[in-house]
């Protein structure tokens, strides 16, 4: 299977690591809206191009792995490479998802391709977790936490705030809260209960230290509803300390299939590196959506459309043999 | 969905519970081999009916759910009444596996039904996080750890020694050994030092308890491979405390995308009930096997097959938008 990828940030660059882990993968070229001539990769004899001229490189990429964030490139990048390529985005606006999914399926059904969205672990293997654990288990309660693990878009809201030079905000599970999930209470857990916000903030020269722990705290939808600590250190204890990409989180479903009889649920990843494992999870669908486009297949798709034996390099009578 | 239900022990009462956390389920009739005017079941209204007369039922259920075991039952059953029906079995002889899938298709394949074999936790839930996983995070190793629960294969071996009237052994999985997994250390375990076998045990009359002790700590593939405990008790006590179907597991996959950074993913069940939850898996994959059948798929088929959206009664559009 030969590959693109569009953007080579740190999801481009944990796709071009993952193809040393899937032999049957071929990265062809590394497309980028900057001047390919500034961006250096690690893989020698592999061209960098021009997102541009992505149009030339139709019939020699079986997918294209997008690389770019949910908030502007992805709603318009993947309709429109799903008209020349079949593609894989990581789009994690959970809210968007059915407007993102209605335009990409008009793009790749138009023009025959396999357009999967949205894989990753949140949205991606989570949301297998919520769907099989639904099915299996009707009568009951989903419950999910991440962490810990830096929230980028918490950190960003922090670096908004007048007076900070740099942050870095990790999501953190509460232990007493998953305790009560995994006993099978069934407990009503309030956003405060479920998840503490840990804050590493460096100042801008003269700040008024006070006042941004104040704003953090009072902040709507991002920390007013948490209990949220406050450090606030050097910009060398940031970089030295706090520039990790580790994350991780738990699916958990409790539920009852009699009146006696009660069960517990529970997926987890505990990840060292969050875009490197990602990517390797839009590896696989790639191998998916170049499968089922090869069977005729066309439209956009998520992990829930998708048949696990698709992402595995093993033939159907080896998979039954190993795995089963 | 109109469904069937071939046996009724453990698994068929399970199913039958199942239908009433399944709204979109409805039980037809439940077929035995027994003398039909001998099975009581607990719905009012449904018939009971010899399973010879099975193929007076053709046209009016949607899928029969087997519900026989592994050793002889389903070997002849899943393949006989796939050429009738849609069918579902929990068939979990490993080793059998392909020869299963491989008569079970032809008579599936020939009559235009789908068949589904090997559905439950293990085989079933547990071979899909090993193949999901195994996908996502090629470089890495799998571990499987079974327990607490009871063993009815280890139970029955118990029970034929001389001098024992009655037995239970429980598979208990070593903490040691599950932690050192978590650690993402890959250790390399053996047999041992991943699972512990306790074993209650009511003897004869007269019995001698230190010859039935060593006998069994010495019975080969059963129980010589492990650090096993003996327990004499009164069969009050037996059918009073270790009457349950509890059981559980974990199957956890530990690697690497890089050579700095590791992952551990996880996947774990714990259940009041073995068999109540293993036939709520098996209702779900009647759904599947149901539409896929309306698509105008026929064959035989296995978890890794089928893709999750098939299990839930959700349509897509409300999968995306509540679970994704």
């Keep these: 299977m030969k590959i693109g990828i569009l953007g080579y940030g740190n999801l481009g660059r944990g796709v071009e690591l993952s193809v040393k882990n899937n032999p ?33 490189w139709v019939g020699k990429i079986d997918v294209m792995i997008l690389c770019g964030g949910s908030a502007t490139d992805l709603p318009v990048q993947t309709p429109k490479f799903a008209e020349m390529f079949n593609v894989i985005d990581s789009f994690d606006t959970h809210a968007k998802i059915p407007e993102h999914f209605a335009n990409v399926d008009v ?18 293997l989570f949301s297998l977790a919520r769907a099989y654990f639904n099915a299996v ?4 309660h989903d419950y999910t ?48 209960q479920k998840h503490l916000r840990e804050c590493y903030v460096v100042l801008e020269e003269g700040a008024d230290a006070a006042e941004v722990e104040r704003e953090i705290k009072t902040m709507p939808n991002y920390f007013a509803d948490y209990d949220t600590t406050v450090n606030f250190i050097s910009e ?24 006696e009889n009660k069960h517990v649920i529970e997926f987890s990843l505990k990840l060292d590196s969050n875009p490197e494992f990602t990517t390797n999870v839009l590896v696989a669908y790639a191998r998916a959506a170049y499968r089922l486009n090869g069977e005729g297949k066309s439209g ?17 009578a080896t998979l039954r043999k190993t795995l089963l």
């Design 236 to 259: 060398d204890e940031l970089l030295k300390n706090h520039a990790g990409l580790a994350h991780g989180g738990f699916v958990i479903r409790t539920g009852q299939t009699s009146a």
């Design 107 to 124: 793009a790749a059904k138009n023009s025959n391709h396999v357009a999967i969205i949205s894989v990753g672990w949140d949205p991606g």
């Design 24 to 56: 049957d993968v071929e990265l062809v070229a590394v497309f980028t809206r900057r001047n390919p001539d500034s961006v250096k990769i690690q893989t020698p004899n592999i061209p960098v191009v021009s997102a541009n001229d992505a149009e030339n």
């Design 300 to 316: 956009c798709m998520t992990a829930f459309d998708i048949a696990p034996a698709y992402l595995s390099p093993l033939d159907g």
């Design 137 to 140: 288990l009707p009568n009951g």
């Design 145 to 192: 936490f991440w962490g810990k693990g830096v929230s980028q878009g918490h950190s960003d809201a922090i670096r908004r705030i007048k007076g900070v030079k740099n942050a870095k905000q990790y999501t953190v599970p509460i232990d007493a809260a998953l305790d009560a999930v995994r006993s099978g209470v069934n407990p009503n857990l309030t956003t405060r």
